[in-house]
């Protein structure tokens, strides 16, 4: 029996005390504006004392990582994407491939609740079912040669849950787009300032992708410097723009974006990768890994108030106008990056595993960069409770709710319960150089009002619109560099599907297949887009929580695939580490889908929602928000669509679910008959760290080790 | 304390080319030379080009998350 030394007890009671005393403040204050200090707090804490106990707890009794056991990378070595990669550097691969703005776009959303359902849900969320998602995954992915979760659903589970979670992944792609699409057409919609320093990307891109290509091979880092650069060029320059003759060329209505980003997706997706989708990437990963930095340190730095409520009405009412729902279990679908991520499972598998270098490096990478992510998720938060609540509220009601006037917008949001003056509204549109901040729904305009608020803080109010467009830019470049890839994922997937029937699809570089099935995909979230742009009761509304749901039930067939191998691999005692998580996220989804589906409220279901608007058609009548008898119809069409939508991913996970269930009971019942595909254990030689410090023992290991071998580093 | 400046400098340098992937050409060469020392080893761009007609072969390579 080991026993703790009185250093170790001291150190850790005090974390306990910072993150208690945070949760305290945060939880008990009323009437005065908490500091945002104590969110951090709160945090930070429990995100120590996760790490510290549950992922240890976890890596070494439940998985039992063997240090002994060479990962696929050292076995498999070939240079390229199997190689054993310093982990302090993976670590940075897997944060930067796992973050982009599903974490800043959710908890903005959900502020709508008030910030603390969306603080205790992002830390808790995060500690018990997202970490430990991205952890187990990682780790039965690496010992299965860098499997990726549809591979290890088909052969574990079985052929049939294997197709439906692959079906499950290619609608959730779909849907995932056409959503982030429609937050970038609602940043960039009349703003020509946002529209110029977007547009440019793709030609600085287009210059990096040479320079990469032809003038010096490889040479990233100096590129992505000059890429950066000439990017923040775009960005001062899209001022100048926006106050020349220019204007007008770069401030587009909404339907004309859609048109503009469906074309960019398609053509982008058919281009080889080096021209636009690598450099692209360079520039993202850059940028994002920038400003996550600089966003922390301006929180730490500026430690502002949260001038939200930590619990709105709308929690319990459930009519809030951000989305329709109360907050069980809405809140749960609409903070999923940052808490617990479905898609971060095609990550952990994949691509990581293939890189990692010990096992015992699994807590590190996958539960520590989860960890950073929910961080991002926290500050995301922040900037959304700082800025004034009625502001919050005018941008991201629809105009539907909220009229077009800013005398309008104050009035309604005045019913609400926050007071904002017209003149105020008027003047924050202004501060950063917008033509209105009405309706901006999507989460990114509002977050980038946040984040110019903290950023200018420190800088000097004068920079404030350009902080704004800096954060739009931000967002956008990323979301535009997804459309890209992920157009490319599900076209990968589709060929797959499509070349059981027509086997020439099968093969990727088939030119013809590559365009059809391109045009498919893009087509495919092109839709949702376009549907959600001409929504008349509001595209982010009605789409974010298919979203949300759908980015739920692929975490619902990762945990499921987790705890199916933790069961089969003779860990049944600890099936419930990710069990209860699958419990909880199929309950928070299979309810939300349900209510979405079932509901007798029109502003929560979809089929009654279109009931009430049929029923008004057959009378004639045209019933608010909607304007014409077009849009009634619309309305009545969206309304099926999202409804049969949302019930047949309901249906595709439960017989995930119930696949994994069968699976699991027949290997307690019988466990010859199952078979576990894991790779056989081969001697490790290679001598590293667990965690980002090593500790005494593992220096002095490293030295001997050095000295053994004849090599020193 | 100059040595010191110097050794965080290399850190840092080391820490961008590795995490921006500029050190796969060093990399492959390394184990190129190591593990088939028969083989011919390719030139910087041709490696390049390599590395990108895989990515385009199986988008899942290097895929980001939402």
């Known amino acids: ?713 | 304390m100059r040595s010191a400046v110097a050794r965080a400098l290399r850190g840092v340098r080391w820490y961008v080319r590795e995490l921006t992937d500029e050190s796969a050409y060093d990399r492959y060469v390394a184990h190129v030379r190591k593990d088939h020392p028969q083989a011919e080893v390719p030139s910087r761009r041709d490696f390049e080009r390599m590395r990108t007609d895989r990515q385009e072969e199986d988008p899942r390579q290097g895929f980001r998350c939402c």
Not at chain 1, 284 to 312: C, E, H, N, W, Y
Request: aromatic share 10%; charged share 15%; hydrophobic share 50%.
């Open chain 1, 1 to 713: 029996m080991r026993t703790a030394n009185v250093r170790t007890i001291v150190i850790w009671s005090l974390v306990a005390l910072v993150g208690a005393v945070g949760w305290s403040v945060l939880a008990l204050a009323r009437g005065e504006n908490v500091s945002a200090a104590w969110m951090v707090a709160a945090a930070l804490g429990s995100y120590a004392i996760g790490y510290r106990f549950y992922a240890k707890f976890i890596a070494y009794k439940v998985l039992k990582v063997d240090k002994t056991r060479a990962t696929p990378a050292e076995r498999l070595d070939n240079g390229i994407d199997f190689h054993p990669t310093d982990r302090r550097v993976l670590l940075g691969h897997h944060f930067a491939a796992i973050a982009g703005a599903g974490p800043l776009v959710g908890p903005v959303l959900a502020a709508q609740m008030g910030y603390l359902p969306g603080t205790v849900w992002i830390i808790a969320g995060v500690i018990f079912a997202g970490a430990v998602q991205d952890m187990v995954v990682l780790f039965f992915s690496t010992r299965r040669d860098g499997r990726s979760l549809g591979q290890m659903a088909r052969e574990e589970i079985g052929p049939f849950g294997g197709a439906a979670a692959l079906l499950a992944a290619f609608a959730i792609m779909i849907i995932l787009l056409g959503v982030l699409a429609l937050v970038i057409v609602n940043a960039l919609a009349q703003s020509p300032w946002g529209t110029f320093s977007i547009a440019m990307t793709i030609p600085i891109a287009l210059v990096m992708g040479f320079y990469l290509r032809v003038l010096r091979p490889g040479r990233v880092a100096e590129v992505s410097l000059i890429g950066v650069a000439l990017l923040l060029l775009a960005l001062v320059a899209g001022r100048w723009v926006a106050e020349s003759s220019w204007a007008d060329t770069f401030t587009l209505a909404p339907s004309t974006l859609v048109i503009w980003l469906v074309a960019y997706g398609f053509i982008a997706s058919i281009l080889p990768v080096w021209m636009l989708l690598a450099p692209r990437d360079y520039l993202s990963t850059f940028m994002k890994i920038g400003t996550i930095l600089l966003l922390a340190l301006g929180v730490v730095i500026t430690l502002p108030a949260l001038r939200m409520d930590a619990v709105t009405d709308f929690a319990s009412r459930g009519d809030g106008p951000v989305f329709a729902g109360s907050l069980f279990p809405f809140v749960f679908i609409t903070i999923a990056c940052g808490a617990l991520s479905g898609f971060h499972a095609l990550i952990s598998s994949g691509t990581t595993p293939k890189m990692i270098q010990k096992e015992t490096q699994i807590r590190m990478i996958g539960y520590g960069s989860m960890l950073m992510e929910s961080s991002v998720a926290v500050m995301a938060l922040v900037a959304a409770s700082i800025i004034d609540p009625g502001l919050y509220f005018a941008m991201n009601a629809p105009s539907g709710v909220i009229g077009t006037t800013v005398e309008n917008a104050s009035q309604v949001v005045g019913s609400w319960g926050y007071q904002i003056t017209p003149a105020e509204l008027a003047r924050a549109a202004q501060e950063v150089e917008e033509s209105t901040l009405l309706s901006r729904t999507g989460g990114a305009p509002t977050l980038a009002v946040g984040v110019s608020q903290i950023f200018s803080e420190v800088t000097g109010g004068s920079l404030r619109a350009f902080w704004y467009h800096f954060a739009i830019m931000f967002e956008a470049l990323f979301i535009l560099t997804a459309l890209d890839a992920g157009t490319r994922v599900g076209r990968f997937m589709l060929q797959d599907m499509l070349g059981n029937v027509y086997r020439p699809f099968k093969n990727v570089s088939w030119k013809p297949g590559l365009v059809i099935t391109s045009g498919i995909v893009c087509g495919l979230w092109g839709y949702f887009l376009w549907v959600g742009v001409h929504e008349p009761l509001g595209g982010i509304n009605q789409l974010f929580p298919i979203f949300g749901i759908s980015n739920q039930l692929l975490a619902a067939v990762a945990l499921a695939v987790c705890t199916t191998l933790l069961v089969k691999s003779g860990r049944l005692k600890w099936a419930w580490i990710t069990g209860i998580p699958l419990a909880w996220d199929a309950t928070v989804t299979l309810t939300a889908s349900w209510q979405k589906v079932f509901s007798s409220d029109p502003a929560v279901g979809f089929f009654k929602q279109r009931q009430v608007f049929q029923d008004a058609i057959d009378r004639g009548e045209v019933l608010a928000p909607a304007k014409s008898m077009d849009d009634m119809h619309t309305v009545v069409t969206n309304s099926t669509v999202d409804g049969v939508l949302t019930a047949v991913l309901a249906v595709l996970i439960v017989v995930v679910i119930v696949d994994a269930t069968r699976v699991c009971v027949r290997h307690v019942r019988r466990p010859a008959l199952s078979a576990l595909s894991e790779t056989p254990h081969v001697e490790s030689k290679i001598v590293a760290p667990a965690g980002l410090i090593p500790t005494r023992e593992e220096k002095e290991e490293e030295a001997r080790h050095a000295v053994g071998s004849g090599t020193s580093s």
